[in-house]
C-alpha cells in the first residue's frame, strides 16, 4: 500500500475511533417512547415457528440465501463490494443501486436470526457491519457513489445516448437509507453501540451535507423524491434509539413535503384525502407513481404516528391504502401494475413485482396492528397467499422479477450490474417474517386474536398456540391452545367465509371467542366452496408502444407472441387462494391458454382435493355453465409457476 494512502487510512479510523467515543455517550439510555402504541402486540419472532408447505418453503428459501456459506460468501460478498468499489455513479449521468443491496440483506439475515435464534448467524451479520464500517469516511459518509453529492440526474441528453431514454436515475439516498436500516438493525440484533454510532454518523452527515448546500431531500433522487424521501423510517428508528432531536427535525421536514399547499409532487399525505385514485394524482402515473417506494414512505408515516401522536399521519395512509385496494389491486392480488400505480384494477392482464406485494403486505400489516380493523389482515392474507408465494422460487435460490396472472413468471439473472442479488429476491424473508407476526397477537385489553391459520406453533401472551395444516386445501383447520391462565381468545373469521362451523356450531361475525384456562381445541370449518369472479372490464386493444404492453412482454417474452389477454375472462378462488391451470398438473395448453371463457355465463364450480407433485395444492374442478361442463385439474398460483422456466405457456388463472 502507498504510504499516503496508509497515512489516510489511520487518520481515518483515528477519526472513527474519536467520534464514535463521543457518540457511545450521546448514544447511550436516550430511547425514545412512542406516543401512540399499537392496539396489537405482535410476538417476538423466536417464538414463533411457520411449520407446513409454507414452512418448507421459508426454510429452505432462508438456508439457501441466508444461512448457506454461498450466501455468506458470494451473496453477502457481493453487496459488500459495493461499498470497498464505489460503482453506482461510474457512468457519471446516472446512478445505479448496488448500495442498497448490503442493507437489505442485513434487515432480512437480522429477522431471520431472530426467527432462528442463531448465534452463528448474529455473529456472521456483526462482522459484515464490522467490514461495511471499515469503508465510512471520516465525515460518516457511508455509500456506494464515489460523488457523495451526486443526488439528481440532470443532464437527460447524456443520459438518453448512454441508456437509450432521458433516463433520471440516482438512487443515492435511497442505497443510503438501507445501509442505515440494515446497521440499525444488527444493532438491534446484537445491540453492540459501535453499529448504533455508525448509523448515528451516516445520517449526521447526510443531514448536515443537505443543509450546507441547500438541498432539499425532496428535490433528490428521482420518482419525484419518493426513494430519497423513504430515509423517514429509519431515520426514525434512529431517533428512537437515540433521542437525538436533528433526526425527528429531519422527519418532520420530509412530512411537511407530503403535506403542501402548492401541491407539489408526490404530496402523499394531502392527496390521500382527496377523492382521486392515485393515478390520476398527476399525469403520466408511469413517469412518477412508482408503488415500492410510494408504499415505503407511507410506511413511514405510519412510524411518525407512532412517535407524535398526530392523527392526520395515520387517516391519510388509512385513506391511502384504500384508495391503493380499490384501484390498483391487481389480477395476483397484490397492487401495481409492473411496478406502477397505474390503474391496475382496470386492467386485464396482471403483472406484479414482488417488492410491491412485500411492502403492501408491511403497509397492511402495520395498519392491522395499529387498529385492529379486520379488513387489512384480510388483504394481507391474500396477498400473501397468491402474489407473494408465487414470487419465491421453490428451490430457495432465486425468485421473480414479476409475477403475471398467466404465461410465465418473469425473472432475471442481473440487476443494477450485480448477479446474485436482486431487490425482491433480496427482501423476501421480510414478507415471509411479517406473516409470521401476523399469525396472532395480543390486544390491548388482554384477548390474544389467532389472525391466520397456517400450520404453526406460537407463543404470545402466556399462552402456546399450535395450529394445524389443512385451511387452504380442505378449509378445515384445529387450533390448541395451552395456558395455565384464565385467557380470552378471539379467532378471525375469514370475510370469504360464507358458512363458518366452530366445533360443528355455525357462528358468524368477524372473530369467534371462546375462553381458555388449561388446554382447549377448537376446530373449524372454514367455507372451501369454490368461487367463480367474473370481470366486467371492458376489452382492451393495446399499443405495441404503450406502457402497459412493454412492460407485460419486457425481455422474456419479447418475440415470443402476444399472449396478452384483450378480452376479459373469469377467475377461480378458493379461501384465499387463486386458482390456476398448469403443465405442472399435465393441463394442455388448450385447455390452459385457447379455451372459451366461462366469464358472466353463471358458471359453478366444484373441487375435488387431490395430491398433485410439486403443488402445494391441487384440485379436480368440475366447471358447469349454461352451455357446458369442463373438468380440469387446478392448483394454487403460488404453485403454478415459481421456479424458472423455459417454458412460455405455462400456467393461466383465467377460465
Known sequence: ???????????????????????????????????????????????????????????????????????????????????????????????????????????????????????????????????????????????????????????????????????????????????????????????????????????????????????????????????????????????????????????????????????????LIRNSFSDKPIHKWYPNPEKWAKAYEMMSLMEGVLEFYRITGEKRALESVERFADKVWKFERNPCASVGYNDMFANASALINGVTEPCDAIHWMRLTRDLYTLTGKQKYVDIFEETFCNAFLAGVFRDGKWGARAVRSHARTMYVTTQAGFTKNHCCVDNVPRGFLDMAQTIAQKSSDGTIRVSLYFPCKVKIGGANIEISDGYLQTGKVGVKIRSNVPQTVAFRIPKWSKKTLMDGSEISGEFATVSVNGSREVVFQFDNSARVVDSSLPPAPLSKKSFIYRRWHESDLRNRGNLMRETPAATIMVGPLILAKSRLLNDSEAEIFDFKTINKSGATCTLKPIKAENTMCAWEAEIKSKDSTIKTKVCDLSSAGDFKSEEVKLYSIFF
Open 1 to 267: 500500500m502507498h504510504m499516503t494512502s496508509i497515512y489516510k487510512t489511520k487518520f481515518s479510523l483515528l477519526a472513527f475511533a474519536l467520534t464514535a467515543a463521543f457518540c457511545s455517550v450521546s448514544c447511550k439510555e436516550n430511547k425514545v417512547s412512542y406516543v401512540q402504541n399499537d392496539v396489537l402486540e405482535v410476538p417476538r419472532l423466536a417464538d414463533v415457528k411457520i411449520e407446513g408447505p409454507i414452512g418448507g418453503k421459508m426454510d429452505t428459501f432462508f438456508g439457501e440465501r441466508v444461512f448457506s456459506d454461498y450466501a455468506k460468501k458470494e451473496i453477502f460478498g457481493e453487496a459488500e463490494s459495493a461499498f470497498k468499489n464505489p460503482q453506482d455513479d461510474a457512468q457519471k449521468v446516472v446512478g445505479l443501486w448496488q448500495g442498497e443491496f448490503w442493507g437489505k440483506l442485513a434487515i432480512s439475515g437480522s429477522r431471520v436470526a431472530e426467527y432462528s435464534k442463531s448465534e452463528d448467524l448474529t455473529k456472521f451479520l456483526e462482522e459484515s457491519a464490522d467490514r461495511l464500517i471499515e469503508c465510512q469516511d471520516s465525515d460518516g459518509y457511508l455509500g456506494t457513489y464515489k460523488n457523495k453529492m451526486f443526488l439528481k440526474a440532470t443532464d437527460t441528453a447524456a443520459a438518453k445516448k448512454l441508456m437509450g431514454w432521458p433516463c433520471d436515475w440516482c438512487w443515492n439516498i435511497w442505497c443510503r437509507k438501507y445501509t442505515l436500516w440494515g446497521l440499525l438493525e444488527v444493532y438491534g440484533l446484537s445491540q453492540n453501540p459501535k453499529y448504533l454510532e455508525a448509523a448515528t454518523r451516516s445520517a449526521t452527515q447526510l443531514i448536515e451535507m443537505l443543509k450546507e448546500n441547500n438541498v432539499r431531500i425532496c428535490d433528490t433522487g428521482t420518482f419525484e423524491g419518493m426513494p430519497s424521501m423513504s430515509i423517514l423510517k429509519p431515520m426514525l428508528i434512529l431517533y428512537r434509539n437515540t433521542g437525538d432531536k436533528k433526526f425527528l427535525d429531519f422527519s418532520r421536514e420530509i412530512i411537511s413535503y407530503l403535506d403542501r399547499d402548492d401541491n407539489t409532487a408526490p404530496n
